[in-house]
C-alpha cells in the first residue's frame, strides 16, 4: 500500500479539465511544501511536472497547475489534450526515515 | 542539457548481488542530491534511496541493510550496491537528479 493515496483512474474529453487528487497526512503532505507531480507515459522514464506543489519546471505547459489544501495536493490539467492520456504520480518528502513518498498513480484517460 | 544514462542491470539469481550505474552529464552529481527510484513491471514508483551533496544517505526500509548508494565525484557517477537481492527487487530501476531529471532506466529481474 502507497504512503500517499490517489484515485485509480480519472478520465476526461478534449478541452475538459480534470483535477488529480494526493491525500496524504500531517508527516508529509500536510507538513512540507515538497510535494511534486510526474507525467509518466507507457515505457518511458517519469517526466516532473509540478514542484514544490505549484511550481512548474521550465518548458511544461501551463494547462498544468498544483495545489494543496490541508493533508491533500491537487493536479489540474486544464484543456485536456490526447497527448495528456498518461499515468500521473506525486510524491512528498515526508518526516518518517524514508524521507520520500510516492503514490499509487493514476491513469487519466482522455475519452 | 542534462543526461543520465544508467546501465548495469540484467538476470541475477536470488540472493545475487549487483551494482547499477548512473553517468551524469550536464550536471554534477556531489553538488545535489541523487536518488534511485524503482518500478515493478505494471506496477508504480518506488522510491529507493537517496544521497545528499553532504554524503548523508537514506534508504527505503524495503532494501535498508542491503542496499548501498554511493557516488564516484571523479567520473560524475551515481552507483547502487544491490546484495541479497530478491525477487521482489525485480523493477525498473531509475536514476534521479533533485527530483528533476530522470535517467531512462535501467532493467533489474531477479530470478531463478
Known amino acids: 500500500q502507497s504512503a500517499l493515496t490517489q484515485p485509480a483512474s480519472v478520465s476526461g474529453s478534449p478541452g475538459q479539465s480534470i483535477t488529480i487528487s494526493c491525500t496524504g497526512t500531517s508527516s508529509d503532505v500536510g507538513g512540507y511544501n515538497y510535494v511534486s507531480w510526474y507525467q509518466q507515459h507507457p515505457g518511458k522514464a517519469p517526466k516532473l511536472m509540478i514542484y514544490?506543489?505549484?511550481n512548474r519546471p521550465s518548458g511544461v505547459s501551463n494547462r498544468f497547475s498544483g495545489s494543496k489544501s490541508g493533508n491533500t495536493a491537487s493536479l489540474t490539467i486544464s484543456g485536456l489534450q490526447a497527448e495528456d492520456e498518461a499515468d500521473y504520480y506525486c510524491s512528498s518528502y515526508t518526516s518518517s526515515s524514508t524521507l520520500d513518498v510516492f503514490g499509487g498513480g493514476t491513469k487519466l484517460t482522455v475519452l | 542539457e542534462v543526461q543520465l544514462v544508467e546501465s548495469g542491470g540484467g538476470l541475477i539469481q536470488p540472493g545475487g548481488s549487483l551494482r547499477l550505474s548512473c553517468a551524469a552529464s550536464?550536471?554534477?552529481?556531489?553538488?545535489?542530491?541523487m536518488s534511485w527510484v524503482r518500478q515493478a513491471p505494471g506496477k508504480g514508483l518506488e522510491w529507493v534511496s537517496v544521497?545528499?551533496?553532504?554524503?548523508?544517505?537514506y534508504y527505503a526500509d524495503s532494501v535498508k541493510g542491503r542496499f548501498t548508494i554511493s557516488r564516484d565525484n571523479s567520473k560524475n557517477t551515481l552507483y547502487l550496491q544491490m546484495n541479497s537481492l530478491r525477487a521482489e527487487d525485480t523493477a525498473v530501476y531509475y536514476c534521479?537528479?533533485?527530483?528533476?531529471?530522470w535517467g531512462q532506466g535501467t532493467l533489474v529481474t531477479v530470478s531463478s
Open positions: 550536464g550536471f554534477t552529481v556531489s553538488s545535489n542530491y
Open positions: 534521479v537528479a533533485v527530483a528533476h531529471y
Open positions: 514544490d506543489v505549484s
Open positions: 544521497i545528499y551533496s553532504g554524503g548523508s544517505t
